[in-house]
C-alpha cells in the first residue's frame, strides 16, 4: 500500500525540480534575447569606429592621439600633439582661440622680438585679471 504523504513528497520535490528547469530554460532565453538586441548596437557602433578610421586623413594611432587631445590642451600634450598647426592631427579650433592656426601654443612663445603670450598665456592671464 503506498503512502499517500511520501507519495505527496515525491511529487513536490518533482514539480519543484520541473519549475527549477523551466526557470533556468527561461534565464537562458532571456540572456540570449539580450544578447540578440546588443548585436545590432554593436555592428552600428563598429561599423561607424571602423567609417571613421576609414575616413580619417591619418593614419589610425594618429587617429586615436588625435581623439585623445580633444578634451583640452593638457589632454593633447599628454599625447604628444601640442602644439598642432590646423589640418594637423592634435588640431582643434576650440584649443586655438586667436586662430593663428596653431593650437595649444606654449603658455610662452619665444621669438626674435622677445617673448609673447600664447593661447593659453593668454587665458591664464586673463583667468588672474578680476
Ligand atoms: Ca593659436
Not at 580619417?56 to 588625435?66: D, G, I, K, L, Q
Not at 596653431?102 to 587665458?123: T, Y
Request: glycine content about 8%; proline content about 7%; aromatic content about 6%.
Amino acid at each position: 500500500m503506498r503512502d499517500p504523504e511520501v507519495e505527496a513528497r515525491k511529487l513536490k520535490l518533482r514539480f519543484r525540480a520541473a519549475t527549477a528547469r523551466i526557470e533556468r530554460a527561461q534565464r537562458r532565453r532571456s540572456i540570449a534575447h539580450h544578447l540578440l538586441r546588443a548585436v545590432p548596437v554593436l555592428v552600428v557602433t563598429l561599423g561607424l569606429v571602423v567609417g571613421g578610421f576609414m575616413a580619417s586623413p591619418w593614419a589610425p594611432v594618429a587617429t586615436v592621439r588625435h581623439l585623445l587631445a580633444f578634451p583640452n590642451c593638457a589632454s593633447a600634450r599628454l599625447v604628444g600633439l601640442a602644439p598642432a598647426r590646423r589640418g594637423e592631427p592634435g588640431y582643434y579650433s576650440r584649443h586655438d582661440r586667436d586662430d593663428d592656426g596653431v593650437a595649444c601654443e606654449p603658455l610662452i612663445r619665444w621669438s626674435n622680438s622677445g617673448a609673447s603670450f600664447g593661447d593659453e598665456g593668454r587665458r591664464a592671464a586673463s583667468a588672474l585679471t578680476p
